[in-house]
């Protein structure tokens, strides 16, 4: 009967899953990346999982190892991330954004079809991002609210070719939706010859959502019996986010000809990534593991939003920001410690390098490396497995850039609290 209660609670948590916003701040991931999140033995590890093959979220982190497994696995949970930044200035006036909750639920399911074939599907938020200030900050020309909001869908395939290698593949389904908000100075625009006029200070909003997919590749080796190493891409999606841009407070009086509801759209493109992991479990009742993460940020060089009539103007037109981020790594390192055949205990350490460089840091996303310090635990409760995790983030400390956001000056100051917690059961 628990089982059974159990297993239908999976199944829920998965349906409330696909209503429940997901989002998260941006103190959370390099860029706006969001690994480390993804599960609560994950968080515990650091996200060093690429190399484990005995748990259910091996559906996203390595579909390879799937094609391993005895049984079939569902795992559900959510991470419950509350981060906090301000911005602190010369004057004292310190502007912070708002501080909130932000939960990020998952889901994974896999099962293994005549001892070598694996079937995977992960359902999650691997990026995401939600920035917010006072409507009324020093930076609000730059950037009031933006959130980044994704659902992956990756169901996946995997083959044992002996038993030292296995090999995966998988598609990755992407829903998302985007909204940003921020000011538009008053400024003198010219309507007829020898003819200008004043606008006041309006606000513009950009509502807009995509559907996109790309792929994954995995692979799995385990050349001894105490070591394993995994390897996974993640190929680039490419974004084309559609919607509309639309206008407040003022409009009215700086000529609502120049600020009409237009349809707007932008591209975002969320990078390709290598996962490369290494774990043993050579030491009595330890598992190590370690996690090599390459990012290929480069790929997000702008944010060029179009307009089929520009703010201010009326008339077709693009406002592009640079944003030049730099491909970057992150080092995960976890360990494991069994004390019983129903406990075991976790912690972890990583270091996250930031994309962003000093001179094209903005106020959408101000951030710099980070680094995150896990403690987990987890309990096997007659075939249940209940796992836990709480994370503390610190960011270095970091200063607006005077080419992106001039006028802007004070030093960025970050952190955050990740609590994380799933249900797993397996049949």
Same mark, same amino acid.
């Given at each position: 009967?628990?089982?059974?209660?159990?297993?239908?609670?999976?199944?829920?948590?998965?349906?409330?899953?696909?209503?429940?916003?997901?989002?998260? =701040?941006?103190? =959370?991931?390099?860029?706006?990346?969001?690994? =480390?999140?993804? +599960?609560?033995?994950?968080?515990?590890?650091?996200?060093?999982?690429?190399?484990? +093959?005995?748990?259910?979220?091996?559906?996203?982190?390595?579909?390879?190892?799937?094609?391993?497994? $005895?049984?079939?696995?569902?795992?559900?949970?959510?991470?419950?991330?509350?981060? $906090?930044?301000?911005?602190?200035?010369?004057?004292?006036?310190?502007?912070?954004?708002?501080?909130?909750?932000?939960?990020?639920?998952?889901?994974?399911?896999?099962?293994?079809?005549?001892?070598?074939?694996?079937?995977?599907?992960?359902?999650?938020?691997?990026?995401?991002?939600?920035?917010?200030?006072?409507?009324?900050?020093?930076?609000?020309?730059?950037?009031?609210?933006?959130?980044?909001?994704?659902?992956?869908?990756?169901?996946?395939?995997?083959?044992?070719?002996?038993?030292?290698?296995?090999?995966?593949? /998988?598609?990755?389904?992407?829903?998302?939706?985007?909204?940003?908000?921020?000011?538009?100075?008053?400024?003198?625009?010219?309507?007829?010859?020898?003819? +200008?006029?004043?606008?006041?200070?309006?606000?513009?909003?950009?509502?807009?959502?995509?559907?996109?997919?790309?792929?994954?590749?995995?692979?799995?080796?385990?050349?001894?019996?105490?070591?394993?190493?995994?390897?996974?891409?993640?190929?680039?999606?490419?974004?084309?986010?559609?919607?509309?841009?639309?206008?407040?407070?003022?409009? +009215?009086?700086? /000529?609502?000809?120049?600020?009409?509801?237009?349809?707007?759209?932008?591209?975002?493109?969320?990078?390709?990534?290598?996962?490369?992991?290494?774990?043993?479990?050579?030491?009595?009742?330890?598992?190590?593991?370690?996690?090599?993460?390459?990012?290929?940020?480069?790929?997000?060089?702008?944010?060029?939003?179009?307009?089929?009539?520009?703010?201010?103007?009326?008339?077709?037109?693009?406002?592009?920001?640079?944003?030049?981020?730099?491909?970057?790594?992150?080092?995960?390192?976890?360990?494991?410690?069994?004390?019983?055949?129903?406990?075991?205990?976790?912690?972890?350490?990583?270091?996250?390098?930031?994309?962003?460089?000093?001179?094209?840091?903005?106020?959408?996303?101000?951030?710099?490396?980070?680094?995150?310090?896990?403690?987990?635990?987890?309990?096997?409760?007659?075939?249940?497995?209940?796992?836990?995790?709480?994370?503390?983030?610190?960011?270095?400390?970091?200063?607006?850039?005077?080419?992106?956001?001039?006028?802007?000056?004070?030093?960025?100051? /970050?952190?955050?609290?990740?609590?994380?917690?799933?249900? /797993?059961?397996?049949?």
């Amino acid at each position: 009967m628990f089982r059974f209660v159990t297993q239908r609670f999976l199944i829920a948590l998965a349906v409330v899953f696909l209503f429940l916003p997901i989002s998260s =701040n941006e103190v =959370n991931g390099a860029g706006f990346q969001l690994f =480390n999140e993804l +599960s609560a033995r994950g968080t515990g590890l650091g996200a060093a999982m690429t190399s484990l +093959s005995d748990t259910p979220e091996m559906a996203w982190f390595n579909p390879a190892a799937t094609a391993s497994f $005895s049984k079939t696995r569902l795992l559900a949970g959510m991470a419950l991330v509350m981060p $906090s930044t301000e911005l602190r200035t010369p004057n004292g006036d310190d502007p912070d954004m708002k501080n909130m909750a932000y939960p990020i639920p998952y889901f994974y399911a896999a099962t293994t079809l005549r001892d070598k074939i694996g079937l995977g599907l992960s359902i999650n938020a691997p990026y995401g991002l939600t920035t917010e200030w006072d409507r009324d900050w020093p930076g609000r020309f730059f950037a009031v609210k933006t959130e980044l909001r994704t659902v992956f869908f990756t169901p996946s395939i995997s083959y044992r070719v002996n038993p030292y290698i296995s090999l995966g593949v /998988g598609a990755q389904i992407v829903k998302t939706t985007a909204e940003l908000t921020q000011a538009i100075p008053s400024r003198t625009v010219p309507v007829a010859p020898d003819v +200008s006029i004043t606008t006041p200070e309006v606000r513009t909003e950009l509502d807009g959502e995509d559907t996109s997919a790309g792929y994954i590749l995995a692979l799995q080796l385990t050349p001894h019996k105490h070591f394993r190493f995994g390897a996974v891409f993640r190929s680039e999606v490419s974004l084309d986010i559609e919607g509309k841009a639309k206008y407040s407070e003022n409009v +009215s009086l700086g /000529g609502r000809e120049l600020f009409p509801t237009s349809d707007a759209w932008l591209v975002v493109r969320l990078p390709a990534t290598l996962s490369l992991g290494l774990s043993t479990t050579y030491f009595k009742n330890w598992l190590l593991t370690f996690d090599y993460l390459w990012t290929w940020w480069s790929s997000y060089d702008e944010l060029a939003i179009h307009y089929e009539k520009a703010p201010g103007t009326g008339v077709p037109g693009t406002i592009t920001k640079p944003k030049n981020w730099s491909d970057d790594y992150a080092l995960r390192f976890g360990a494991e410690y069994t004390v019983n055949e129903a406990l075991k205990l976790r912690g972890s350490y990583v270091y996250d390098r930031s994309p962003i460089s000093d001179t094209f840091r903005d106020a959408i996303l101000p951030t710099n490396d980070r680094h995150l310090f896990s403690i987990g635990f987890g309990y096997n409760l007659k075939g249940i497995q209940i796992d836990g995790a709480y994370t503390y983030l610190v960011m270095e400390d970091c200063k607006p850039s005077q080419l992106v956001t001039p006028g802007l000056v004070g030093t960025y100051e /970050g952190g955050a609290h990740i609590v994380n917690f799933s249900v /797993g059961y397996s049949f």
